[in-house]
């Protein structure tokens, strides 16, 4: 059936980098978003940065998209998010998500149908 295998993150000191990968299997047909959420201790899980496998666009949250890229790999149905410049604030649990309905506020998590088990990112001062 349908899943997502995450890869990647771990810690590393503020200023470096780290990166993500999820691959999709067990799809019948391509997922129409694919992409990365976060949640932090006490706080809301917010989208990150996704990308719209129809034409490729992508989007992100605001305080991260000058320092992450996300990035697809049709062959292999993989998604890679890199995160540069990383600050303690961007720690948190990371989760692939992905969804195969209609396209709608790609931030909003209950949207999503399918998701990773979550790779921690944690960043240190």
């Known amino acids: 059936q349908a899943r997502l295998e995450e890869s990647g993150g771990g810690s590393v000191q503020a200023g470096g980098s780290l990166r993500l990968s999820c691959t999709a299997s067990?799809?019948?047909?391509?997922?129409?978003?694919m992409g990365w959420f976060r949640q932090a201790p006490g706080k809301e899980r917010e989208g990150v940065a996704v990308?719209?496998?129809?034409?490729?666009?992508?989007f992100y949250l605001d305080s991260v998209k000058d320092r992450y890229t996300i990035s697809q790999d049709d062959a292999e149905n993989t998604v890679t998010l890199q995160m540069n410049s990383l600050k303690p604030d961007d720690t948190a649990m990371y989760y692939c998500?992905?969804?195969?309905?209609?396209?709608?506020?790609?931030?909003?998590?209950?949207?999503?149908?399918?998701w990773g088990q979550g790779r921690q990112v944690t960043v240190s001062s």
């Open positions: 998500a992905a969804r195969s309905g209609v396209v709608g506020r790609w931030y909003l998590s209950t949207l999503y149908n399918h």
């Open positions: 067990g799809f019948t047909f391509r997922p129409n978003v």
């Open positions: 990308i719209y496998y129809r034409d490729g666009s992508t």
